[in-house]
């Protein structure tokens, strides 16, 4: 199906054209539809339908876009959608009159009326409403996609939502469960004492989350800004000021991979309570997830991707090191030592990020990250996270190297995050400097130092308990989508006419029209070549294909790491992880793999082979340059 996208006037097709002509014609007579500034109706199609008894024989006035025509002669029919649904217009000659009548004929599908008639049954007993008069409100110049029976490609659905749900009328239902469930969630927390405050969306520090922000310049200011990150720091600030119960809903923006379950910005609440603890939020957490099911959707068992899942309150709930043992068979919680640790990981296929310390805890939530996770498919609580991953939570009197925090999973997906709040200002500094020797060893999504945070702290925080919860997951797992992409009205898409790549390209052009490229190889160090003969055979084991790239997505909590879907020519994807490049840029690209090599685990995914890059070093700095060859050759080709 081509792109449903608006045409430039040159370009109109003929019923485009058609339909601006029939605008003119009406402009000419001086019945302008635009100029129509209000219809007051006074019915729906479901509330006709639901209580048919009540509107039979009544005149009603409906109003919403003609989604079908049928008939001919001096008797038509239409169904005409509203906010609420469709129902059927029956239209004569007689009720409306011939002049009337007429000029609804050349109405088109998609154009937008008010009608006004008497609500009855047609011999096949289909509630209709019999038209004595018909407004035309708005005139739609643009034909409705795929020839009226739905707009099915999903990409266009995406980029024209307002098509989408005009076309896909059931896809309005995800987004009325979306506003239920926020409504559903305010009342809970408001019952409960809550405040719903704001806090902003634009600071001078991007606190709050491990995360890479998007950056924006305040020109007045003239200084660098940050878009949030997260909510928590304000928050907690406002706990200090006394303020014991407080919650937002808010949009965060996050300058990372897309994803099924991830989009550069989402919505999400979070919460603090004074005097309460991370048992508390649990309790929180699971109170809002069950009522919502039972109360809104009917029933505590919902399917999501393919999943049974059952909410009925009494969520298990695992410490990591529990959860570890149980589905990985390593016992954490006899191992002291830091290298240990680090070895027990590696034995079972866990490496820990390049960035990371070689620790106990670091070990241990790499072993779960990759290895458990994706057991957890009813809803579980996991408890007592390493102190390495979690800056801004209270240690275990119990176990110093561990915290008092959870994050809950429902198929295989986090859904929330809590703690017991450090409040600790001595502590909190300590592990902000942590987080800042992070940084510099080049994870940029590590915790900034915010000296104003830590002030707040010196002036005392009570006990707190916090939460946050990403409500577009919740939805995704309420109306059972399975993308994220299907419960945001306006998922962030990549424009199609992407005016920057043209501008490169001319500039480019221009270029290569002046004067060949001249490339400074003069720094440039390369690798001795390797001395050891190799046979022909030994050579030709290494399977070398063409493959092209299907997909590409960053690895979730991986710095450098892309997943890579690939056609190889057999008719079955193959993922490959390799290094970190720009995805977007990459699909349908064609690359070189090496196909035959057994699969590795890497972040708890297999790859099934290895993508050729050239390597050099210029100037201390290692280069990487992923292979690519001419787009004819076919995937699957071999290479000799």
């Given at each position: 199906m081509a792109k449903f996208v608006p045409q430039p006037e040159l370009s109109l097709n003929d019923q485009m054209q058609i339909r601006r002509e029939k605008l003119a014609a009406l402009q000419a007579e001086g019945r302008d539809p635009f100029v129509q500034t209000k219809f007051d109706f006074n019915a729906d199609s479901a509330a006709i339908k639901a209580d048919y008894e009540a509107f039979e024989g009544k005149t009603v006035k409906v109003a919403g876009r003609l989604m079908s025509k049928r008939g001919q002669g001096k008797v038509m029919f239409c169904?005409?959608?509203?906010?609420?649904?469709?129902?059927?217009?029956?239209?004569?000659?007689?009720?409306?009159?011939?002049?009337?009548?007429?000029?609804?004929?050349?109405?088109?599908?998609?154009?937008?009326?008010?009608?006004?008639?008497?609500?009855?049954?047609t011999k096949t007993e289909e509630i209709s409403i019999r038209a004595k008069i018909v407004t035309l409100l708005s005139k739609s110049l643009l034909p409705l996609p795929n020839k009226f029976h739905g707009l099915t490609d999903k990409e266009a659905r995406f980029r024209q939502r307002y098509v989408d749900l005009m076309v896909n009328p059931e896809v309005k239902r995800n987004f009325v469960i979306r506003s239920k469930f926020i409504k559903h969630l305010r009342n809970y927390l408001d019952s409960m004492g809550y405040i719903e405050v704001e806090t902003p969306v634009l600071n001078t520090i991007a606190g709050g989350a491990a995360a890479r922000p998007f950056v924006t310049h305040h020109n007045t200011l003239d200084i660098d800004m940050y878009m949030r990150i997260a909510t928590e720091l304000p928050l907690k600030r406002?706990?200090?000021?006394?303020?014991?119960?407080?919650?937002?809903?808010?949009?965060?923006?996050?300058?990372?991979?897309?994803?099924?379950?991830?989009?550069?910005?989402?919505?999400?609440?979070?919460?603090?309570?004074?005097?309460?603890?991370?048992?508390?939020?649990m309790d929180i957490a699971e109170g809002i997830y069950t009522t919502f099911a039972k109360e809104v959707m009917g029933s505590y068992e919902l399917e999501w991707m393919g999943e049974k899942i059952d909410l009925t309150p009494g969520w298990p709930r695992l410490t990591m090191v529990e959860a570890v043992k149980k589905y990985v068979g390593v016992d954490f919680g006899v191992i002291t030592d830091d290298a240990e640790a680090v070895a027990a990981a590696k034995a079972v296929g866990v490496e820990l990020a390049d960035a990371a310390e070689k620790t106990w805890g670091n070990a241990l939530y790499a072993c779960f990250d990759q290895k458990v996770e994706e057991h957890l498919v009813q809803p579980t609580f996991i408890t007592m996270y390493p102190v390495e991953v979690s800056p801004l939570t209270k240690k275990s009197p119990e176990d110093p190297r561990l915290t008092e925090r959870f994050e809950f999973f429902i198929n295989r997906s986090e859904m929330g995050n809590a703690y017991s709040e450090l409040n600790d200002p001595i502590d909190q500094r300590e592990r902000f400097m942590k987080q800042v020797e992070q940084r510099e060893r080049g994870d940029d999504e590590t915790e900034m130092l915010d000296e104003d945070f830590l002030t707040a702290l010196e002036y005392g925080m009570p006990p707190t308990g916090g939460m946050g919860m990403g409500i577009d997951r919740c939805v995704m797992l309420m109306t059972g989508a399975d993308t994220i992409r299907d419960v945001l009205l306006f998922p962030t898409m990549k424009p199609l006419d992407a005016p920057k790549s043209e501008k490169k390209s001319e500039a480019a052009a221009q270029t290569a029209s002046a004067a060949p490229e001249k490339i400074d190889f003069s720094k440039v160090e390369i690798e001795p070549l390797f001395t050891d003969f190799v046979d022909f055979d030994t050579f030709s084991r290494s399977d070398f294909r063409a493959v092209k790239v299907l997909a590409c997505e960053a690895v979730p909590k991986s710095k450098k790491l892309l997943k890579f879907t690939l056609d190889d020519g057999t008719g079955t994807a193959r993922t490959i992880l390799s290094g970190f490049y720009e995805p977007e840029e990459l699909v349908g690209k064609t690359l070189i793999a090496i196909t035959n090599l057994p699969p590795r685990a890497m972040m708890g995914i297999d790859s099934c082979g290895m993508l050729l890059s050239a390597i050099h070093t210029e100037e201390g700095e290692e280069k990487l340059h992923l292979l690519m060859v001419d787009p004819h050759i076919p995937a699957g080709a071999k290479l000799y």
């Amino acid at each position: 199906m081509a792109k449903f996208v608006p045409q430039p006037e040159l370009s109109l097709n003929d019923q485009m054209q058609i339909r601006r002509e029939k605008l003119a014609a009406l402009q000419a007579e001086g019945r302008d539809p635009f100029v129509q500034t209000k219809f007051d109706f006074n019915a729906d199609s479901a509330a006709i339908k639901a209580d048919y008894e009540a509107f039979e024989g009544k005149t009603v006035k409906v109003a919403g876009r003609l989604m079908s025509k049928r008939g001919q002669g001096k008797v038509m029919f239409c169904d005409l959608q509203d906010r609420a649904g469709r129902i059927q217009i029956f239209v004569k000659i007689d009720e409306l009159g011939e002049e009337e009548y007429n000029r609804f004929k050349k109405y088109d599908i998609g154009d937008i009326v008010g009608v006004e008639g008497e609500v009855f049954k047609t011999k096949t007993e289909e509630i209709s409403i019999r038209a004595k008069i018909v407004t035309l409100l708005s005139k739609s110049l643009l034909p409705l996609p795929n020839k009226f029976h739905g707009l099915t490609d999903k990409e266009a659905r995406f980029r024209q939502r307002y098509v989408d749900l005009m076309v896909n009328p059931e896809v309005k239902r995800n987004f009325v469960i979306r506003s239920k469930f926020i409504k559903h969630l305010r009342n809970y927390l408001d019952s409960m004492g809550y405040i719903e405050v704001e806090t902003p969306v634009l600071n001078t520090i991007a606190g709050g989350a491990a995360a890479r922000p998007f950056v924006t310049h305040h020109n007045t200011l003239d200084i660098d800004m940050y878009m949030r990150i997260a909510t928590e720091l304000p928050l907690k600030r406002l706990i200090v000021g006394g303020m014991d119960r407080v919650y937002e809903v808010g949009r965060i923006f996050r300058n990372e991979g897309m994803d099924p379950k991830h989009n550069p910005e989402f919505t999400t609440v979070e919460l603090y309570q004074a005097y309460a603890d991370f048992h508390d939020m649990m309790d929180i957490a699971e109170g809002i997830y069950t009522t919502f099911a039972k109360e809104v959707m009917g029933s505590y068992e919902l399917e999501w991707m393919g999943e049974k899942i059952d909410l009925t309150p009494g969520w298990p709930r695992l410490t990591m090191v529990e959860a570890v043992k149980k589905y990985v068979g390593v016992d954490f919680g006899v191992i002291t030592d830091d290298a240990e640790a680090v070895a027990a990981a590696k034995a079972v296929g866990v490496e820990l990020a390049d960035a990371a310390e070689k620790t106990w805890g670091n070990a241990l939530y790499a072993c779960f990250d990759q290895k458990v996770e994706e057991h957890l498919v009813q809803p579980t609580f996991i408890t007592m996270y390493p102190v390495e991953v979690s800056p801004l939570t209270k240690k275990s009197p119990e176990d110093p190297r561990l915290t008092e925090r959870f994050e809950f999973f429902i198929n295989r997906s986090e859904m929330g995050n809590a703690y017991s709040e450090l409040n600790d200002p001595i502590d909190q500094r300590e592990r902000f400097m942590k987080q800042v020797e992070q940084r510099e060893r080049g994870d940029d999504e590590t915790e900034m130092l915010d000296e104003d945070f830590l002030t707040a702290l010196e002036y005392g925080m009570p006990p707190t308990g916090g939460m946050g919860m990403g409500i577009d997951r919740c939805v995704m797992l309420m109306t059972g989508a399975d993308t994220i992409r299907d419960v945001l009205l306006f998922p962030t898409m990549k424009p199609l006419d992407a005016p920057k790549s043209e501008k490169k390209s001319e500039a480019a052009a221009q270029t290569a029209s002046a004067a060949p490229e001249k490339i400074d190889f003069s720094k440039v160090e390369i690798e001795p070549l390797f001395t050891d003969f190799v046979d022909f055979d030994t050579f030709s084991r290494s399977d070398f294909r063409a493959v092209k790239v299907l997909a590409c997505e960053a690895v979730p909590k991986s710095k450098k790491l892309l997943k890579f879907t690939l056609d190889d020519g057999t008719g079955t994807a193959r993922t490959i992880l390799s290094g970190f490049y720009e995805p977007e840029e990459l699909v349908g690209k064609t690359l070189i793999a090496i196909t035959n090599l057994p699969p590795r685990a890497m972040m708890g995914i297999d790859s099934c082979g290895m993508l050729l890059s050239a390597i050099h070093t210029e100037e201390g700095e290692e280069k990487l340059h992923l292979l690519m060859v001419d787009p004819h050759i076919p995937a699957g080709a071999k290479l000799y």
